[in-house]
């Protein structure tokens, strides 16, 4: 008759079990937020890529163009479709740059932190410039109305550049701000081992062309820079995006 044997566990043993018990699934959940973190920067920069494509298949005037308030009936409905692209895509880059904050908070604590912020308010304020047809549509109702004299035409026209104005404020002070916050996020990649070096110089790199068409923009106001500051942002999420989903699938230990 045998009789049973009991393995002393110690305490340390036990203690190492049990995190590892409670470990698995938080790291479950974890590699879940950043797949899903990286398909949102990948569908926003889609819904930023669409947006361009509306607007260059329908031929869309520029925002700044009076055409686009002597014709605005007929090109409300790709407009309107262009904004909300545009917008979502904007929606989609901020929930991005919330799990990259996650991802690089223990590598680089200040330039995650700094540069999320950065990012986050950027993209606030180039969200709060995307509905500009919304300021258009009642005043180009006004402009078209049969009976208007020339001088209520022209207080439209003042009308219409001074929102146009506001808009074109919003955008160009986000389309600042948010490769600032690129920069800064490329600077806590380099300390962050989940991220090729390669990946983290582009980051810094595209980050720094986008504060520079910014610049440019802000101090011309009519030249076209700071669509590549946009452009620039788009292309950021999108490769970091791809990065960040390719993340979570691999079997490396996750902050």
Do not use: C
């Amino acid at each position: 008759m045998s009789i049973p044997t009991h393995t002393r566990v110690s305490p340390s043993e036990e203690a190492s079990r049990r995190h590892d018990e409670t470990s698995l699934p938080e790291q479950t959940a974890h590699r879940q937020l950043i797949r899903w973190g990286g398909m949102a920067g990948l569908t926003g920069a889609g819904l930023l890529a669409s947006s361009v494509v509306v607007v260059v298949a329908l031929g869309l005037p520029d925002a700044s163009d009076p055409e686009t308030l002597a014709d605005f009936a007929n090109i409300k409905s790709g407009r309107i479709a262009e904004h909300v692209l545009y917008l979502g895509a904007l929606v989609f880059f901020a929930l991005h740059v919330l799990v990259l904050h996650q991802l690089l908070t223990k590598a680089h604590r200040a330039g995650a932190l700094f540069g999320a912020a950065l990012a986050e308010f950027g993209l606030v304020m180039m969200a709060a410039s995307s509905m500009l047809h919304m300021s258009t549509a009642p005043l180009a109702d006004l402009y078209t109305a049969p009976g208007t004299s020339p001088s209520d035409l022209r207080a439209i026209e003042y009308a219409w550049h001074g929102a146009q104005s506001v808009f074109d404020t919003m955008l160009a002070t986000g389309a600042l701000l948010v490769p600032i916050g690129i920069v800064l996020l490329g600077l806590a990649m380099l300390r962050a081992p989940l991220f090729s070096r390669r990946i983290a110089m582009l980051a810094f790199g595209l980050g720094a062309v986008g504060i520079i068409g910014a610049a440019i923009g802000i101090m011309d106001p009519g030249s076209m820079f700071l669509a590549v500051s946009v452009l620039v942002i788009g292309a950021f999420h999108l490769t970091v995006g791809w990065s960040t989903l390719k993340l979570s699938g691999t079997s490396a230990d996750l902050p």
